[in-house]
């Protein structure tokens, strides 16, 4: 999947506080790895390098994602938090 880092950081920014810690939490991961998915740089840390392939460019570039759980995971946040911000 290719998506703009801008949206990716709007994605980022969009999550309720909390976010990376429960996404690292229900995959498994380091909070550090999916920072670095959404374009952190934390690659001293232990855990493994996100799947990701930033490719600089206009606003930022462009970002070809291998494995989208940890993007499949924000949205799925971000609809839970607009559903309770309905509710």
């Given at each position: 999947?290719?998506?703009?880092?801008?949206?990716?950081?709007?994605?980022?920014?969009?999550?309720?506080?909390?976010?990376?810690?429960?996404?690292a939490h229900e995959l498994h991961l380091e909070v550090d790895t999916v920072r670095n998915y959404f374009g952190?740089?934390?690659?001293?840390?232990?855990?493994?390098?996100?799947?990701?392939?930033?490719?600089?460019?206009?606003?930022?570039?462009?970002?070809?994602?291998e494995d989208t759980a940890i993007l499949n995971a924000a949205m799925r946040i971000l609809d839970e938090h607009k559903q309770a911000a309905l509710n």
């Open positions: 999947m290719v998506i703009t880092f801008e949206e990716l950081r709007h994605i980022k920014d969009s999550l309720p506080h909390g976010s990376m810690e429960r996404i952190a740089e934390h690659f001293e840390a232990p855990g493994k390098i996100a799947d990701v392939h930033f490719e600089k460019g206009v606003s930022g570039g462009v970002v070809r994602l």
